[in-house]
């Protein structure tokens, strides 16, 4: 049986657990090493194997960083670097391609978790059944308690870099932790520090990293019991050895024995075999102590955004590799321009020996005496730019950095602003319009919906169901799936087709159902389901669901309505009643009136 208490230390850390820290480990305190050495070598042998294996990628990482988003990169992981602060290098001197990397992402943040409008909703997993109101009022609850995690947390604050890092490197690995204080918590490596491994499946399963960290926040986070010897004394030690860094290797992976090497047979369970992942957290090179911390989760607790994959390879690729190339091309320009320019404005001079070890200066107000006896020139410019050159120049410039505002999707994401020509004459057009432009995004679209929001959504509804944060889930939704349905702005965008098809539809069956009524004949809404189609287009339009009534409500409301028509018709009925009376009794027959006749009694009648 697995532990009750299966928290880590740093799902508390703070400064108030820091607080508790005693300044000395208890003496009685002893550092179990019982099975360490196998855990260790598995963990050191598999981080040195995924090293191996991301090298290609690492290098290109470093390229990339160096041309679109330095300030995301560790080349290697180093501690102590007092240089942290300095300028990362001299690369980038037109920053359009920063630029377009920053419209990039925030496009992609507000349009799929957006933190001002809601982005998914809660469904049952099997649709051909309705929900009664029960489950319908769990799943609205559910999901309202979800947006308020996430907006209390630091989710969307880690979104924003998570999109940058995507744009970029083509991927994003992103931890989701259990957090005293915030329900969850997220951390996101930037490229340099992580290493990833894919199952069969071909999903990323495995998360490796180093990182560094100060003798302080390794107390905060591991608690001072947990820390090795070295640690322990620079804390108790206090001052300037509290922010000496040390680096702290980290890893998750799925829970499978480990083989000891004392016994052919022999296995080693680092957690429980109740959890389906693992995570152990270690101080680098550090093989005699006791690790800083251990965990075992249920499901994975960390999601990795790509862009783009080939075949079984664990990292993504990323529209910036695409443009790479230009905005080599666009830097050196720049450079070249600004060369071009300054040998106009301080062109390169030449000057008559007699000048030699004279003083010269091509600066305005300054004399420059020299001999000019026989029409000689005396002191001149070498190099005299034409005009033409740095007009082609500009506009190759502009041109390139084009083609990198495509690449980036800047036209996708501005397409108002940035929007020529003839403008479009109707809604239609607009839509079909922006349709064309989301086509090309709507591979990241899915992927980053079901290998990303999916897990996380469902890891933080098992968080609040593990910390009894939900209400008790219904008979109606027992052992049924739930569904996680997406409504972002881009998938809005992308249904918005369907939308303006229905609308036409509808708009024209009514004008139908006009023409039909003034020329007698049935009317065609009758072939249209008005009531599925009027929640099929606030479905596609991101309507909230709670504002419809529901199925049981509606025939509540149905039933209710005709009762009051039909008592509302009833003194009606019985006023017409007694009219045709009166009128059958004083209507003349031929001698009796048409009521006696009618009853058989007065007057003369002529028999049979």
């Not at 809660?122 to 929900?131: F, M, P, T, Y």
Request: glycine share 6%; with cysteine; aromatic share 10%.
């Amino acid at each position: 049986m697995a532990p009750l208490d299966n928290t880590a230390p740093y799902e508390q850390m703070g400064a108030t657990l820091l607080s508790q820290q005693p300044p000395a480990p208890p003496s009685s305190a002893e550092i179990d090493q019982k099975n360490w050495q196998t855990v260790y070598s598995h963990l050191e042998a598999r981080l040195s194997s995924l090293r191996n294996w991301r090298y290609s990628w690492w290098t290109h990482w470093a390229r990339l960083a160096e041309y679109f988003l330095p300030r995301r990169y560790q080349w290697v992981v180093t501690p102590n670097k007092m240089w942290k602060g300095n300028p990362i290098n001299d690369a980038i001197v037109d920053g359009t391609a920063t630029w377009a990397v920053g419209i990039c992402a925030s496009g992609l943040w507000t349009g799929l978790t957006s933190p001002s409008r809601p982005w998914f909703k809660l469904a049952s997993g099997i649709s051909w059944e309705d929900l009664d109101a029960a489950g319908q009022q769990w799943l609205e609850n559910t999901e309202k308690k979800v947006y308020t995690v996430l907006a209390q947390s630091n989710f969307y604050d880690t979104m924003a870099q998570a999109f940058q890092d995507v744009t970029v490197f083509g991927t994003a690995p992103v931890i989701m932790y259990e957090d005293f204080y915030d329900v969850i918590r997220c951390y996101l490596p930037c490229a340099g520090e992580y290493f990833l491994a894919v199952g069969s499946r071909l999903s990323v399963d495995t998360l490796y990293r180093e990182f560094t960290q100060t003798v302080s926040q390794i107390v905060e986070m591991y608690q001072l019991e947990n820390c090795p010897p070295e640690v322990q004394k620079q804390w108790r030690e206090g001052g300037g050895a509290l922010e000496t860094e040390l680096v702290v290797c980290h890893a998750i992976e799925p829970n499978f024995k480990l083989a000891t090497r004392e016994s052919v047979s022999g296995t080693v369970a680092v957690v429980p075999e109740i959890f389906t992942y693992r995570e152990i957290y270690w101080l680098k090179g550090n093989k005699t102590a006791k690790p800083l911390s251990k965990k075992g989760f249920r499901d994975r607790p960390f999601f990795a955004a790509r862009w783009a994959t080939t075949s079984n390879d664990p990292y993504g690729r990323s529209p910036c590799m695409d443009a790479l190339g230009d905005n080599k091309q666009v830097q050196l320009e720049t450079r070249r321009k600004a060369e071009f320019i300054e040998k106009g404005v301080r062109p390169p001079m030449g000057a008559d020996p007699e000048l030699k070890n004279e003083p010269s200066s091509i600066l305005p107000g300054n004399v420059t005496f020299f001999n000019t006896a026989n029409g000689k020139k005396g002191f001149f410019p070498l190099f005299e730019p034409a005009p033409q050159w740095l007009t082609g120049l500009v506009q190759d410039i502009e041109n390139v950095n084009e083609r990198i505002k495509n690449f980036l999707y800047v036209n996708v994401f501005m397409a108002i602003t940035q929007m020529e020509g003839v403008q479009p004459r109707n809604e239609l057009e607009l839509t079909k319009r922006d349709l064309e432009r989301l086509q090309i995004l709507g591979p990241f679209i899915s992927k980053f919906e079901g290998e990303f929001a999916s897990p996380a959504i469902q890891r933080v509804i098992n968080i609040l169901q593990r910390r009894n944060l939900l209400d008790p889930m219904p008979p109606s939704l027992a052992k049924k799936p739930i569904k996680i349905a997406f409504t972002s702005i881009m998938r809005l965008a992308q249904q918005s087709a369907e939308s303006v098809a229905m609308k036409d539809v509808m708009q024209t069956a009514g004008g139908l159902a006009s023409a039909a009524q003034a020329a007698g004949l049935p009317n065609p809404l009758r072939l249209i389901d008005l009531d599925k189609a009027l929640r099929t287009y606030g479905d596609i339009n991101g309507f909230p669901e709670e504002l419809f009534f529901t199925a049981d409500q509606v025939a509540q409301h149905d039933q209710e309505r005709a009762k009051a028509q039909a008592a509302a018709q009833a003194p009606a009925q019985a006023m017409a009643a007694v009219d045709a009376a009166h009128t059958l009794a004083s209507t003349p027959v031929g001698g009796p009136t048409a009521l006696s006749a009618l009853t058989g009694g007065g007057g003369a009648g002529g028999g049979i």
